[in-house]
């Protein structure tokens, strides 16, 4: 695959490394009804709570935490499926989290989203040409050499045959489906793609395939990601900077490297010790994966912990950690761009992680139980 038969027409060069998205104090809150006969709004899920965070021309990345913590809300809010509730969203300079559709068209073709379950986000009636020439259509461009030229060159850069663009999704298999979404995002030129969890629904074995094809169109094509996923084993190997993300806040952000080998919030450290080494190799081989085992339950975002709101959970909670928010900066010890949100950090190390991990008690004997 070249540049050149991918992207025919370069709308306009950007430079890597400048801010392409520029996310600041993003929130969003779902009412909760209730009452009786008349409902009413009786609280609000705090989804997603104040984020800030910058994704570069043509870097990946990657937004992690556990199921529930607002990874999808805030993928919906910066592709504008969701209007949010107060902050700001500028692409390229330009806030356009309250702009109007007619305002967003330019730049909708733009920013793209790859959804998690290849089998819902593709239309079964339709066959897989008019699915992946639909945004083209939407958009009234045809690209030089007709609609179905391309469908079929973007196929073949998704690795799917290029002839089969007239058969129908339930003819693929769960990984070639996620390979048509794929060729659907690509189909406008993004300089942006949301993926949400893409490779959570593939069988393991698959999913290191689609992780290499999507690491091949960051590079190839030097398209931004924000790679959403809710472990930090699939992230490792695709992402330049990591932000880790806990009950509706970033809690720690910082490169790849100072994430997984210097970590300071005591979260990431559990993240990171229920994820055991993980090669994604190029034969499509992964290692099998824990769950986070911490002890507790995640709380609930409509009366999240006062203070910092890992404080349930975590095994250095002191009496500052219940009265005082700590806020998301660069602490001592950390380099340049890793900022964390903790009073009482870990070691910069990621030695004696094992030690620090709370266990729930009665999962392991559930897990011991199992007989596995
Ligand atoms: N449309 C909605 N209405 C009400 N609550 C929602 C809605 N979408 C998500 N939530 C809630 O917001 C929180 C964050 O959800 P989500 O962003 O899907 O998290 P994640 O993708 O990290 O699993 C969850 O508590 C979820 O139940
Ligand atoms: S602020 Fe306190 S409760 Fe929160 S992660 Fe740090 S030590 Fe734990
Ligand atoms: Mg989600």
């Not at 400048?18 to 409902?39: D, Q, R």
């Not at 380099?335 to 008690?361: K, M, N, S, Y």
Request: proline residues 7%; contains cysteine.
């Amino acid at each position: 695959m070249t540049e050149d038969t991918v992207l025919p027409a370069q709308r306009e060069q950007v430079t890597v490394g400048e801010p392409l998205l520029e996310v600041s104090g993003l929130t969003k809150y779902f009412p909760v009804k209730g009452g009786f006969p008349i409902k009413r709004t009786v609280g609000h899920v705090q989804a997603v709570d104040g984020i800030d965070l910058t994704v570069r021309v043509g870097e990946s990345f990657g937004l992690v935490g556990e199921s529930g913590c607002g990874k999808s809300t805030t993928g919906r809010l910066i592709t504008r499926l969701l209007e949010p509730t107060s902050g700001s969203i500028a692409y390229r300079g330009k806030d356009i989290s309250r702009a109007t559709r007619r305002q967003l068209a330019p730049i909708r073709s733009e920013i793209q989203m790859i959804f998690q379950d290849p089998y819902s986000s593709l239309n079964p009636r339709q066959t897989v040409g008019k699915i992946i020439s639909g945004p083209m259509e939407i958009n009234g461009i045809t690209p030089e050499g007709g609609r179905e030229k391309r469908v079929r060159e973007l196929l073949e850069i998704v690795g799917l045959n290029p002839e089969h663009f007239n058969r129908f999704p339930h003819e693929f298999s769960g990984g070639q489906r996620q390979r048509i979404g794929v060729a659907r995002a690509l189909a406008l030129e993004p300089k942006l793609i949301v993926a949400d969890e893409p490779v959570s629904a593939l069988d393991v074995s698959i999913q290191a395939q689609v992780v290499n094809l999507l690491q091949k169109v960051q590079k190839e094509l030097g398209i931004a990601f924000l790679f959403i996923a809710h472990d930090l084993a699939v992230v490792r190997h695709f992402s330049q900077r990591v932000a880790v993300m806990y009950l509706g806040k970033i809690i720690e952000v910082g490169d790849r490297e100072a994430i997984y080998n210097r970590p300071r919030h005591p979260y990431t450290h559990a993240l990171l010790s229920a994820v055991p080494e993980v090669n994604l190799t190029d034969d499509g081989e992964s290692a099998g994966r824990e769950r986070i085992r911490l002890a507790g339950d995640v709380p609930s975002p409509i009366s999240p912990p006062s203070g910092c709101r890992f404080r349930t959970r975590c095994w250095k909670a002191q009496d500052k950690c219940a009265t005082e928010e700590p806020p998301l900066v660069r602490i001592s010890g950390n380099q340049e761009g890793h900022l964390t949100a903790c009073h009482f950090p870990e070691e910069p190390t990621t030695e004696a992680r094992d030690e620090d991990i709370v266990l729930d008690p009665a999962l392991v004997a559930l897990e011991e139980g199992a007989g596995e």
